[in-house]
């Protein structure tokens, strides 16, 4: 109804307006109607503060960008006498594409900077004419209602034009409609107008400082939101001395887990081999001071709630887990430490770390424990963190790192200092009796969207559940001459279930530098790499294989996806092991990730969208038997998360190399790469029966990312 109104209205005003014969009044009354009937339609209400700056025309209206559904917040609210910039992707949109091209919107291709500035540059000339910019400066929807760095291209706009710029404050659109979202949520969208910023002056000197105060007043604003009945926002310039509130980040806030969390969590604990721990393994410089340390702990288990949650299993183990205070908390059972005989050695830094990450986790306890690791040589430490992937992917982990890792060695007082989270209040029992009414409230409806595709599940029960527990855990296969189903290498066959650990570095602007020379990404270049060092460690065993099955996984996270948690699919790769050219790998490799993430798109619709929820209800054995078929037949997993770009600190300890270790559900090694501070940083987990010389592979692995490298 929304679409319909903004479409209709818009279409009705340009109509009425063409018979003015102005083609920019024509627009504008477009505009306003489409604002006016498509959020009427909708239910969308706007709750404004300080709307009198609206009158400052011509202008640059920035805005915070959360949702789609901002292009009919803005319509709402500016009504006309404005342009703006949009995603070349929209241009041949049916509908926007021809309103937007009316509006003579820009549109840029975010990629590439060159195209954007030329994009703009019909902008001034608007201003100048009188005609109003509207643009988002944080060029995208941001992944969370916190806000995204700034871009240079709007204030470059406004300062050629010599006319103002007006921030706009949109404090929760995305909560009516995330992105990628099909429905809007009837509800009050609150927002700040605050007031007209001179550009007289300026120059491209300052302009960094300039962006850096205006960003500021939007973090200000959001943090001590107007009341109502004030009519006025003071902002405050700079804003970087301005506590934030004493609030817990929103970080892994769903109340439950999703299907793929529950497959997880419910496969170990009828398979122990198909645990699903994930580590990260920091190295410190200096070691820090342990009392810091523990301080830390307690604090980051205050500002993410989830380190304060434990899993809360419905009666008879069916249904949705969902996630509870644990009023037993005790830091005491999460963080350990431990001193190596010095001069502590990274072989035995490793070995301490995988007995640590192998154990399992106290399922009845918060899904996670840290290890401190003293006594490495120069007075360095080793930090290992695990969590339960069901807590969260491996691009949710770098979100939450980013956001605790601190900037500075020195102690911030002005840090948020949110209080200890209630105790839960759910029992099993309660838990169950809730969702079985839910169920029973949704069956009806459930029912008549997916009559038929229900009833020929009830003929094939098992054929549902292994439907269901394939959906929730994302395995996505392919066929065709590259894709076939892999065969597994029987020099990797055995499996046992014990991990062995070992690391390997390599430069980032390298190893990018290497595959963008074969046409390929880091991503791709890794997968090369990996393929080129199995094959080298086959041909030492006198055992080549003419295919590997390689695993990786896929991201599904949408920017405007909540944070934390699980988003993301798998592929499967037929990997040719003969090919000993790293630049045809990289083109394999290139060509298969690119028909996988395409195909990741549609691959739920093979699966009916109704039997995901039943996961939940499937016995732990059922889900661990699909798990296991989903997971074994790989080979070797390979993972690539992008980490953090600039130096961070833990306790006032910089973190030097940051090393990512993902489990083993199945298969025989597991590669994970994160990029910290400039260097890609590599764990290698294998199992000790299918890799009999884990430190072999490593160096093999090592000569494959050569050949990736070298290629630059």
Same mark, same amino acid.
């Given at each position: 109804?929304?679409?319909?109104?903004?479409?209709?209205?818009?279409?009705?005003?340009?109509?009425?307006?063409?018979?003015?014969?102005?083609?920019?009044?024509?627009?504008?009354?477009?505009?306003?109607?489409?604002?006016?009937?498509?959020?009427?339609?909708?239910?969308?209400?706007?709750?404004?503060?300080?709307?009198?700056?609206?009158?400052?025309?011509?202008?640059?209206?920035?805005?915070?960008?959360?949702?789609?559904?901002?292009?009919?917040?803005?319509?709402?609210?500016?009504?006309?006498?404005?342009?703006?910039?949009?995603?070349?992707?929209?241009?041949?949109?049916?509908?926007?594409?021809?309103?937007?091209?009316?509006?003579?919107?820009?549109?840029?291709?975010?990629?590439?900077?060159?195209?954007?500035?030329?994009?703009?540059?019909?902008?001034?000339?608007?201003?100048?004419?009188?005609?109003?910019?509207?643009?988002?400066?944080?060029?995208?929807?941001?992944?969370?209602?916190?806000?995204?760095?700034?871009?240079?291209?709007?204030?470059?706009?406004?300062?050629?034009?010599?006319?103002?710029?007006?921030?706009?404050?949109?404090?929760?659109?995305?909560?009516?409609?995330?992105?990628?979202?099909?429905?809007?949520?009837?509800?009050?969208?609150?927002?700040?107008?605050?007031?007209?910023?001179?550009?007289?002056?300026?120059?491209?000197?300052?302009?960094?400082?300039?962006?850096?105060?205006?960003?500021?007043?939007?973090?200000?604003?959001?943090?001590?939101?107007?009341?109502?009945?004030?009519?006025?926002?003071?902002?405050?310039?700079?804003?970087?001395?301005?506590?934030?509130?004493?609030?817990?980040?929103?970080?892994?806030?769903?109340?439950?887990?999703?299907?793929?969390?529950?497959?997880?969590?419910?496969?170990?604990?009828?398979?122990?081999?198909?645990?699903?721990?994930?580590?990260?393994?920091?190295?410190?410089?200096?070691?820090?001071?342990?009392?810091?340390?523990?301080?830390?702990?307690?604090?980051?288990?205050?500002?993410?709630?989830?380190?304060?949650?434990?899993?809360?299993?419905?009666?008879?183990?069916?249904?949705?887990?969902?996630?509870?205070?644990?009023?037993?908390?005790?830091?005491?059972?999460?963080?350990?430490?431990?001193?190596?005989?010095?001069?502590?050695?990274?072989?035995?830094?490793?070995?301490?770390?995988?007995?640590?990450?192998?154990?399992?986790?106290?399922?009845?306890?918060?899904?996670?424990?840290?290890?401190?690791?003293?006594?490495?040589?120069?007075?360095?430490?080793?930090?290992?963190?695990?969590?339960?992937?069901?807590?969260?992917?491996?691009?949710?982990?770098?979100?939450?790192?980013?956001?605790?890792?601190?900037?500075?060695?020195?102690?911030?007082?002005?840090?948020?200092?949110?209080?200890?989270?209630?105790?839960?209040?759910?029992?099993?029992?309660?838990?169950?009796?809730?969702?079985?009414?839910?169920?029973?409230?949704?069956?009806?409806?459930?029912?008549?969207?997916?009559?038929?595709?229900?009833?020929?599940?009830?003929?094939?029960?098992?054929?549902?559940?292994? =439907? /269901?527990?394939?959906?929730?855990?994302?395995?996505? $296969? +392919? @066929? #065709?001459?590259?894709?076939? %189903? *892999?065969?597994?290498?029987?020099?990797?066959?055995?499996?046992?279930?014990?991990?062995?650990?070992?690391?390997?570095?390599?430069?980032?602007?390298?190893?990018?530098?290497?595959?963008?020379?074969?046409?390929?990404?880091?991503?791709?270049?890794?997968?090369?790499?990996?393929?080129?060092?199995?094959?080298?460690?086959?041909?030492?065993?006198?055992?080549?294989?003419?295919?590997?099955?390689?695993?990786?996984?896929?991201?599904? =996270? /949408?920017?405007?996806?909540?944070?934390?948690?699980? $988003? +993301? @699919? #798998?592929?499967?790769?037929? %990997? *040719?092991?003969?090919?000993?050219?790293?630049?045809?790998?990289?083109?394999?490799?290139?060509?298969?990730?690119?028909?996988?993430?395409?195909?990741?798109?549609?691959?739920?619709?093979?699966?009916?969208?109704?039997?995901?929820?039943?996961?939940?209800?499937?016995?732990?054995?059922?889900?661990?038997?699909?798990?296991?078929?989903?997971?074994?037949?790989?080979?070797?997993?390979?993972?690539?998360?992008?980490?953090?770009?600039?130096?961070?600190?833990?306790?006032?300890?910089?973190?030097?190399?940051?090393?990512?270790?993902?489990?083993?559900?199945?298969?025989?090694?597991?590669?994970?790469?994160?990029?910290?501070?400039?260097?890609?940083?590599?764990?290698?987990?294998?199992?000790?029966?299918?890799?009999?010389?884990?430190?072999?592979?490593?160096?093999?692995?090592?000569?494959?990312?050569?050949?990736?490298?070298?290629?630059?």
């Amino acid at each position: 109804m929304g679409l319909a109104g903004m479409l209709g209205g818009f279409t009705a005003g340009v109509a009425l307006g063409a018979t003015t014969g102005s083609r920019r009044e024509a627009v504008d009354l477009g505009t306003t109607l489409a604002g006016e009937v498509g959020s009427a339609l909708a239910g969308v209400r706007l709750d404004v503060h300080g709307a009198e700056h609206l009158a400052a025309r011509p202008a640059v209206f920035l805005f915070n960008h959360q949702s789609q559904l901002d292009v009919l917040i803005l319509a709402k609210l500016l009504r006309g006498g404005f342009t703006g910039v949009a995603k070349k992707e929209l241009a041949n949109s049916p509908g926007f594409g021809v309103m937007f091209r009316l509006a003579d919107v820009a549109f840029v291709d975010r990629q590439d900077n060159a195209q954007a500035r030329k994009a703009l540059e019909p902008a001034v000339q608007k201003l100048r004419d009188g005609i109003s910019l509207v643009i988002a400066p944080e060029g995208t929807r941001s992944a969370t209602p916190a806000l995204g760095p700034f871009k240079k291209g709007a204030f470059h706009v406004a300062m050629q034009a010599g006319v103002p710029i007006v921030p706009i404050v949109i404090r929760n659109s995305g909560e009516l409609m995330w992105r990628g979202a099909t429905t809007i949520h009837a509800g009050t969208v609150q927002i700040a107008v605050l007031p007209p910023i001179a550009t007289d002056g300026w120059d491209v000197d300052g302009l960094d400082e300039h962006i850096r105060q205006v960003r500021g007043q939007y973090l200000a604003t959001l943090a001590n939101w107007p009341g109502h009945g004030t009519g006025q926002v003071t902002a405050t310039t700079p804003v970087f001395s301005v506590a934030p509130p004493a609030l817990p980040l929103d970080w892994g806030a769903s109340p439950r887990m999703n299907p793929l969390e529950t497959a997880m969590w419910r496969a170990e604990s009828a398979d122990p081999r198909l645990r699903v721990t994930v580590s990260l393994l920091e190295l410190l410089d200096p070691a820090p001071d342990w009392d810091r340390l523990l301080a830390a702990h307690e604090w980051a288990s205050r500002m993410v709630p989830r380190m304060r949650q434990r899993v809360l299993e419905p009666a008879l183990a069916l249904g949705t887990p969902a996630w509870v205070t644990d009023g037993d908390f005790d830091l005491s059972r999460h963080v350990h430490r431990i001193r190596l005989p010095g001069p502590g050695t990274m072989r035995q830094l490793l070995d301490i770390v995988q007995d640590f990450a192998a154990a399992p986790l106290d399922r009845d306890r918060p899904l996670w424990q840290a290890l401190l690791v003293e006594g490495l040589a120069d007075g360095r430490a080793g930090y290992a963190a695990k969590s339960h992937h069901s807590v969260t992917d491996g691009l949710g982990a770098v979100q939450l790192m980013m956001r605790l890792h601190s900037r500075t060695a020195e102690h911030d007082p002005d840090r948020p200092e949110p209080p200890v989270p209630a105790p839960g209040g759910w029992s099993r029992t309660g838990l169950f009796a809730g969702q079985v009414a839910d169920a029973v409230r949704a069956t009806p409806m459930a029912a008549v969207r997916q009559s038929t595709r229900v009833l020929g599940t009830l003929t094939r029960p098992w054929d549902a559940a292994s =439907r /269901a527990a394939g959906q929730a855990l994302s395995a996505v $296969r +392919f @066929t #065709g001459q590259n894709t076939s %189903a *892999p065969s597994s290498s029987p020099l990797l066959a055995r499996r046992g279930g014990d991990w062995h650990f070992e690391v390997v570095d390599v430069p980032l602007a390298d190893l990018k530098a290497g595959a963008k020379a074969a046409g390929g990404s880091l991503n791709d270049g890794l997968l090369a790499a990996a393929i080129g060092g199995f094959r080298r460690y086959h041909e030492r065993f006198g055992a080549p294989v003419d295919r590997l099955a390689v695993g990786f996984p896929i991201s599904l =996270r /949408a920017q405007d996806d909540p944070q934390g948690g699980n $988003r +993301f @699919t #798998g592929a499967k790769f037929a %990997a *040719p092991m003969a090919e000993t050219d790293p630049a045809a790998r990289i083109a394999a490799v290139r060509q298969f990730v690119l028909e996988a993430r395409a195909a990741s798109a549609t691959a739920a619709d093979t699966v009916p969208a109704a039997l995901a929820p039943l996961v939940g209800w499937l016995p732990a054995p059922v889900v661990s038997t699909v798990s296991g078929r989903l997971t074994s037949t790989n080979d070797v997993q390979v993972s690539s998360i992008p980490g953090v770009p600039f130096p961070v600190y833990i306790a006032g300890s910089r973190i030097t190399h940051m090393y990512p270790f993902g489990p083993l559900p199945g298969c025989a090694a597991m590669i994970t790469l994160i990029s910290h501070d400039g260097d890609c940083c590599i764990g290698i987990n294998t199992d000790t029966l299918a890799v009999t010389d884990p430190g072999g592979l490593a160096g093999d692995l090592r000569a494959g990312l050569d050949e990736v490298v070298a290629l630059a």
